[in-house]
């Protein structure tokens, strides 16, 4: 697993943790796109599916396979930024894939140091790579139980220890986090895989049945998803989604008495997360990892608390 690095957005300036995502190559090994920290992240205002995956070299052997591009959503503004990866670099001679387990499938060696013959028949397409990312959840528990005997001093306990024995707290042992496995996230590459995406994290906070409405097509869908007490919005679109889209899908899940959630690629107006707060309504972005991040409180509290 890549170390944690701090990004500071572009936008609003505050500062936020990045793990570089890790795949499988296709000889086993894990791979991940070196970041490269000295030039800063660029404001992703318009995505194309070709500049969203950058070429990362196996450092076992010596593969080069495309991999989703670095990006992380900021959980201050919602701003959605692409971060600078190294280029990969060829091998010297007598080094890289020769040098390590790789070679073992080159009994020549050095026809596979040099990149000619029978070498060049590995480098083909892996056959069904998968593109899951080891990326961690972020799934912080809901407060705990109340600190009873810990608040009132020596002596406390009486009725001046009112504000500590809030009724309000009566609400948190059912909202407290229930333990789960992490996320397995899948490859987003069309639009129909970031549908699919958003139906298994919903899946996996725990609400049943997660379907598509039938008879409506994927992208131009008012409401995308439906389960027993939900509504949700998958907007895999590469423009910001805007202050109509979250209302739209707040009066859908209105009418059916559901909570309504919305997912997006490419992350959220200003004012369609200030509605959405207003609204409660939780608000998720995609990378093309197929990892989900929360991007508002009402978010966090979905993730901390599930279904």
Do not use: K
Not at 42 to 58: P, Q
Not at 186 to 199: E, G, K, L, N, S
Not at 207 to 225: C, K, M, N, T, Y
């Amino acid at each position: 697993m890549a170390e944690a690095v701090p990004v500071r957005c572009p936008a609003c300036l505050r500062e936020n943790g990045y793990t570089a995502p890790v795949f499988p190559c296709a000889c086993g090994s894990p791979v991940h796109p070196p970041l490269d920290l000295s030039a800063p992240p660029v404001l992703l205002t318009h995505r194309t599916w070709s500049d969203s995956w950058v070429a990362v070299r196996c450092t076992t052997c010596g593969r080069e396979s495309e991999w989703p591009h670095p990006e992380l959503g900021c959980g201050s503004c919602g701003t959605v930024v692409r971060l600078p990866v190294h280029p990969p670099e060829r091998p010297e001679a007598g080094t890289g894939p020769g040098a390590g387990p790789g070679a073992a499938a080159d009994p020549a060696g050095a026809a596979g140091r040099r990149g000619d013959g029978p070498a060049d028949a590995r480098d083909g397409d892996p056959a069904g790579a998968p593109g899951d990312a080891r990326a961690e959840v972020r799934g912080g528990a809901a407060a705990g139980a109340p600190g009873d005997g810990r608040t009132g001093g020596p002596g406390g306990g009486g009725p001046a220890a009112g504000p500590d024995v809030n009724p309000a707290h009566i609400s948190l042992p059912p909202t407290a986090a229930v333990p789960r496995p992490a996320f397995r996230p899948v490859t987003i590459r069309t639009a129909r895989d970031a549908v699919a995406t958003a139906a298994l994290y919903l899946r996996w906070l725990g609400f049943q049945d997660v379907r598509q409405p039938d008879g409506r097509p994927i992208p131009s869908a008012a409401v995308d998803l439906r389960a027993p007490g939900l509504v949700a919005q998958v907007d895999p679109t590469t423009a910001p989604a805007g202050l109509r889209a979250v209302e739209c899908v707040w009066l859908n899940g209105l009418t059916a008495s559901a909570t309504s959630v919305y997912f997006s690629l490419a992350g959220y107006t200003a004012d369609a997360r200030d509605r959405a707060d207003e609204l409660g309504i939780p608000l998720f972005v995609m990378d093309l990892t197929g990892m989900p991040q929360p991007v508002n409180d009402p978010a966090d509290e979905l993730v901390g608390s599930g279904a």
